[in-house]
Nanobody
């Protein structure tokens, strides 16, 4: 089992930056694909950014491409999401996800096995 704990969310203004962290425990995530998803009120959970086990492959949603960067530190068992030039439409609960069996960076939440409890990000205009 993998336990995931997100941190770093908060209330910011449009144009500001935030850095989310996802700390994993229970087992090493060295061989796991990792991802960040978000869910706005009344909307489905959507993929924001995902990263392969090695860090060599990443995927970004079109809405965040060029503004967000996903990275991982396998030695620290932690994944990060650097969010720059935040917009009000980035508001939502951000969830960290992990999976040890995916052979591609799925954008479908249902394909991921482990989830954190989420951290709220609110961007005011």
């Amino acid at each position: 089992q993998v336990q995931l704990v997100e941190s770093g969310g908060g209330l910011v203004q449009a144009g500001d930056s935030l850095r989310l962290s996802c700390a994993a425990s229970g087992r090493t995530i060295r061989s796991y694909a990792m991802g960040w998803f978000r869910q706005a009120p009344g909307k489905a959970r959507e993929s924001v950014a995902t990263i392969s086990w090695s860090g060599g492959h990443t995927y970004y949603a079109d809405s965040v491409e060029g503004r967000f960067t996903i990275s991982r530190d396998n030695a620290m068992n932690t994944v990060y999401l650097q969010m720059n030039r935040l917009k009000p439409e980035d508001t939502g609960v951000y969830y960290c996800a992990a999976d040890g069996t995916l052979y591609y960076l799925s954008a479908q939440a249902m394909d991921w096995s482990y989830w954190g409890q989420g951290t709220q990000v609110t961007v005011s205009s």
